[in-house]
């Protein structure tokens, strides 16, 4: 049995994008928590978010987050999920969990580039760069006491695939 791999981190690190090609080269199913929410629901994080506020939508990522988890699997989740010590626990209880790490600045420009704002809405109300910097430097240890294995994510998306099968032991030889 192949245990999921939960990748964990900021928005922007490339959990969506570094998932996809990892379930790919691994040969596994890709699910995205924060668009199985959206599917589910038929509704962006942003409307779920306005209608019903940020408590109600954590409670449906954790409803996510368990609905998703099963073997074989990438699993991209949102990047307030290791917010909740449930989901924490239950992350490296079920799988093995990454943190795709990656500076503000890096994050930031990414952003800055594809704000996809239906997907990400705005947790403090400020710039964006002013945003990841507060968020991150709230949320950073809960990343790693989260994670199994830290990665850098500022490199190219097939560098940071090739770092998670090293770290995890996949690369095929
Ligand atoms: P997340 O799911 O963690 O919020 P995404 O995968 O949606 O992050 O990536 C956010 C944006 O950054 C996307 O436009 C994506 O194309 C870009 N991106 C993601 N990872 C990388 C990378 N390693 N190098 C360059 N751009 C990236
Ligand atoms: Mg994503």
Known sequence: MTLPIFLVGARGCGK?????????AQGCQFIDTDFWLQETSQQTIADIV????WEAFRARETDALKAVTAPARVIATGGGIILSEYNRHFMR???????LCAPVA??????E??????????????PISEEVSEVLALR???????????????????????????ALQLARA
Do not use: C, M, W
């Not at 306005?50 to 506020?53: I, S, V």
């Open 93 to 99: 209880e079920k799988g093995i969990v990454v943190y």
């Open 16 to 24: 969506t994008t570094v998932g996809q090609a990892l379930a790919l």
């Open 106 to 111: 890096v994050l930031a420009d990414r952003l």
């Open 50 to 53: 306005a209608r019903d506020g």
């Open 140 to 166: 950073d240890a809960l990343y790693r006491e989260a994670a199994h294995h830290v990665v850098n994510a500022a490199q190219s998306p097939d560098q940071v695939v090739s770092d998670i099968e090293a």
């Open 113 to 126: 580039a594809f704000p996809e704002e239906g997907q990400r809405p705005t947790l403090t109300g400020k």
